[in-house]
Structures are given as structure tokens and as C-alpha cells.
């Protein structure tokens, strides 16, 4: 590598912009452009158009605004923030598949992006076909992915069906393969967008191997968008923080981590501590959640409670037709998706529940739950007969103050819950 | 597994500047080539992955112009009364169908480049000209295995003394499917770019390919429309049909041509060159930001 190169960022993000519409994406038909070309009513056609003019126009968003970073050769980049706050924007743009609207992007080293597994798969073609297909896509070299090719067999773990068509692996097949692809590419700057979300917990844990690996190479510099946490804080040396478009915050992952913990609020459902379900929200025909909502001891609204202060519940229901053996059920999450513990009414109800409206109260305890992100997450079954609903909207919110842990140091401690724990300690019992 | 020989290339130099473009030709020909492999993978994908699953396999490719011939034979020469020169109207059609079928096939395939590639160009960046490329050098398989059955066919008339005839001047026929390819392309081009915008386009695309196809001397001799007084005037002004005719007067008339035929041929080529030039630079300009509209 020459020197003129070697010590200048290998990323550099200028006041970059992305500005998209949100009405119609210009005249989509004909009869729109013809519409749009009569006096009065001319319209920019493409996102781009607007030409580099400042101020809003109606109908569009900033995704990304004057976003400003440099990134050097090495680093591991884990890029949080909320959904729609432009995280994948950002790589869209880095990756090049689409323009910025301002400002300016640098590369100097070779990238690739792992956007989705599986980009460019041809159900059709076999197993072996697809190496070379999706490798070439992803910017490989055909000697590069022969000179690979028994690796990536070997990690996928495919072997006797590598001149099978893909169209019929298992999903779990599929995914191992296309990760696999992904995983020996060698680029320098390698851009990857949430596809630890995918695949069984063991083949997860091999993903995060193999991902760790490659960065502890060291001279490749990676992007990585998750809302995978714990992943974030295992492998990147720096975090940014995305947070309406702009970059919020950069520096140390568990620095970054926390603070975007404690600005953690559930925005697309209203206020903090609080779901209002909407008509898409998971229903049957008998029962329907109508709200879940969050208090504190002063009976507040809200998603941030002290470590020793009790959190109450409150899940509000809709019964529309007599149900037999229905319970309600709410789950508590770590923001990595564990299971911490599950609370229910079901000895309270009666066997069958009338027509009305129902509220379901819970008081977890304080003194229970660790300093950290948590969320609820409601549920409904009749034991033993169906499930009625599952797969809702998660409550996030988060547990702050001192703690039960009896240590004095502001480090971050680990465990699902952090329950008082009587202690002693003797010199000589 | 950091062996020496799977270490990134060296790219010392190697900077990549992203922003909004301003000029409006942009083409990035070193890259292109870098992506030379990618070329040649998809046009393998193209072939295979259009055949595959179907019982008849690759025979598909020549069935469907063969079908076309007969049908069109039918309708056009035998009720239509057209006459075709001499020649059996079947061979007659087939051979036209040669440079036509190739022609639109790339339309067809290479105008929905966007709409049928958004979910792969909203997800990895590569040179977008790449695939439309790659389709029409995998449509000139089909045209090879279509030239097969042709000169099947052509042997069968010949040795039952048909007025068919056979030269070096056949060899005429490569520049002729060349030029075919780079209209094509070009046109397809323009579709494309057109089509990412205005989704209208996509219906109206094989309504515009049939019209032209009879506006073209597949099944019937140019000089129909030469001396028409009315429509005289589209055979200067479609390049297709030229191409069409010379096909024909290459591979079954030993090379005669009408007087007027290597100045229409002149323009086709200088057609299909501007068509190249002008759809390159419509689906440059359209490749930019079409992830954000499709």
C-alpha cells in the first residue's frame, strides 16, 4: 500500500445529505408528466432534482443531514439509532446505490456491502452456480471466489446439495450459504445492515465469529448497523449515534450505547411508557388489545424508573364475543431479545369471558431488574387449546439508579435481573 | 485464514468520490471492465435460468420463432396472398425472424432492466449497464441455435430444388446481427430509463414491438412497402427494416440486393450507433437515484 493513502481516513463523510420525497416520487404515469408540464404546475421529477437549492419543499425529508465523520483504516463502525433515523440511509450512500443530495463521500479502499443475504440468488440455479453469481455481484473476482471456494462450502455447511437449485434448501440452508458468500469477501471496508437477524441462535453466534475474526485481521474497516446491542458493544471500536438524520454522537460503543438507552422512548406508538394498539395490530375475532401502558409509584406515565421503585402494568383489553379459557400474558425482554420472565392473570379470570371491556393490572417489583433496556411485550392464549395473540409491538423502557449489586463503582453490571441478594461477608467464619 | 493470496488487491491510490453528479455523462469504463467477470456470469445465469424447469429446455428458443414462421406463413402468405419472391414462405420468414426475434428480445428483456432488477439494485452497487449488456450477448445464444434450425431448413429446400441460394456473401450476415444488437440495445436502453419513470411504458412496450414488427419486412418482401405511396416513407425511416431485408438477401438470395439497400443499411448503422450513444447516456442519468423511485 503506498504511503500517499495509508495514514488518510478511509472513509470521510462531508455534510452529506439525502433529501427523498414523500408524496409521489415525481410523475410516476404519463398522464402525470402531461399534467405537470402545463404552466403552474411544474414539478421536479427525480429526488435529485431539486439541484442543491436550500430550505424544505413540501413533500420531501431530510433522511440524512449535513451527517459529518471520518472513519481510519481499522475501525470496526457500529452505527445505532432508531428505526428511520437514516442509519441505512447512510449506507445506501456509502455503498453507492444511490446518490447523496449534498456533500460528498471519500473511499479509498475497496468496498463491498452485505445489505441483505442472499442479493442477487437465483432460485433456479444451484448451490455452486450461486457462489459464483452472488460472489461476482458482491464485487469478487472469479479466481477469488475459486481460491475460496472449499471455505465457503465448509462454513455453509451445504455440502452434499451444492448442485441442488437453491429453491429448494431450507431457509436455514439458504441463509448459511448466503452468509457464507458474504462472510469471505475481503474487501477493505465492508458495510453490513442487520443480517445477524437472521438464521438459528448457534449459526448467529458463528456469524459474530466469523465477523470478529475478520476485524481482528485488522487493516479492514467495517460498518455495521444492528440493533443488536450486545453485538455492537462485543466488536466495534466506535459507535455513532444516528438520530434524525444527523450523527448525534460518535465515540467509545458502551459510551454511546448509554446514552442512547436513556434517550430511548417509543416515538410511532405516542408517549413514552405507553402503546396505544392500532387496527393492524394482531387481533382475532373475539379479543383485541386496546392499550399498554406503563407507571410509576406516582402513578405517572412513563419508561424510565429508578432500580428500586415498582413498575406497574396496565393492559387494557376488548372481550367481543364470549371466550372460553383465554389469559393474558406480558413479557418482559432484554433489549438482546431474552426472556426474563412472563407474568399472567390466569387464575384470576373466569372460565369463560363476557363481551366488555377488561383491564389486566401487574406490580413488578422494585429491587428486581438490572440498570439497563428492557421491554414488555403483551400476549394472549387459551391454554392448551390456541394461541390467540403473539408477535405484538415491544413496550421498551429503562432501569436507572444505584441498583442491588452493593457496588459502589458506575460500571455497567451484567445479568438479566439484579434482585436484592442478602450478603454477608466474614473474615475466619 | 489470512493466506497472502486472498489479501484485498492493493490499492494504494484507489479513491471513490460520491456525490451528486453534475455532469451528465458520467461512465466509468475502467470500472466496468473491472466487473468483466460479473459479465460473463450473468450471461450464463440469463441462459440457464430461462430454460431450466421448462421440459423442452433450450429446443424453447428456436421452437418459438419456428411456431411464429408457420403461423405467420399461414396467415400472411397462404390466406394473405403475399407473395415472397420466389421463395417458400416459410424459409422466407424464418430467415427474417432471425434478425427480428433477436431485436426484440433484447427490448423486451432489456427495458424492464430496472423494474426487474429493483430489488438487486437496492441492495449492492455495481456498473447497472452490466446487466442490460449482459442479456443481449445471451440472447445471441438463442440466435445462434436459431441459425441452426435455419440452415436445417435451408438444406432441406436446397436439395428439393427450391429458389434458394446460398454464398460467401452470407458472412454479411455478422456486421448485419451486430447492428441489430447495438440498436437494440440502444433502444432497450432508452426503455429502460423511460420505463423506471413512467411504469406506463412497460404496457405499452410490446404493443409498440408488435406494430413495428409489421412495419418491418418480416413477412412480406420490402418492395411492399417501397412502392406503397402512402407508407413508402417507413422503410427509410425504420431502421429495422433494412436490416430485416439484407438478412434475407445475404442468406437466400446469394447476396442480391435492391440499389437502394446499402444506403438504407448506412443509416440503419449510424441509427443504431446514435440509439447506443444517446440510450447510454438516458440510463446513466437514470441509474443514479432510480433506487429511490422504484
Redesign the interface.
Known sequence: MTAINANRPIVEIENVSKRYRVDTLGPTSLAEAFRAMLPGRKQPATPNDFGVRNGDIPGTFWSLRDVNFSVQRGEIVGLIGKNGAGKSTLLKLISRITEPTKGRITLRGRIASLLEVGTGFHPELTGRENIFLNGAILGMKRWEIQAKFAEIVEFAEVGSFLDTPVKRYSSGMFVRLAFAVAAHLDPEILLIDEVLAVGDAGFQQKCLGKMSEVASQGGRTIFFVSHNLTAIRALCTRAVLIEDGTAKLSGAPEEVITHYLAATTPTSEGEAGRIVYKEDAPSVDELRLTSLTLRNSRDEVCAIFDANEPIHVELRYRVTERLRGARMLVSLYTTEGDLVLTMTDHELHKPTLEPGEYCTRFAVPGGLLNRRAYSFCASSDAPGIRYLISGGKHLPFTVVGAGNHLSQFPERWPGAVCPRITTTVELNP | ??EP?????????????????KSWLRINWREMWE?R??L???I??DF??KY??TVLGPIWFVLQPLLTAVVMSIAFNKIGGIDTDGIPSLIFNLCALLSWSYFSQNITTGAATFTANSH???????PRLVVPAAAAISNLFALGLQLIVFLAFFAWYAATGSNVHIGLSALLAIPLFLITGIFSLGVSLLLAASTA?????SHLTPVLLQLWMFASPVFYPMKKITENATFGWLAWANPMAAVVEATRDVLLKGGQMSPELPTMLGISTLAAVLALVLGVIAFNRAE??V???V
Open positions: 485464514m489470512a493470496s486472498t489479501q484485498p488487491e492493493p490499492t494504494g491510490n484507489y479513491e471513490i468520490i460520491i456525490e451528486p453528479s466487473y467477470d460479473l460473463s456470469i450473468l450464463r445465469r440457464l435460468a431450466k424447469q438487486l439494485f437496492g441492495k449492492v452497487y455495481f419513470k413512467y411504469r406506463d411504458l443514479r437515484t433506487v429511490d423511485s
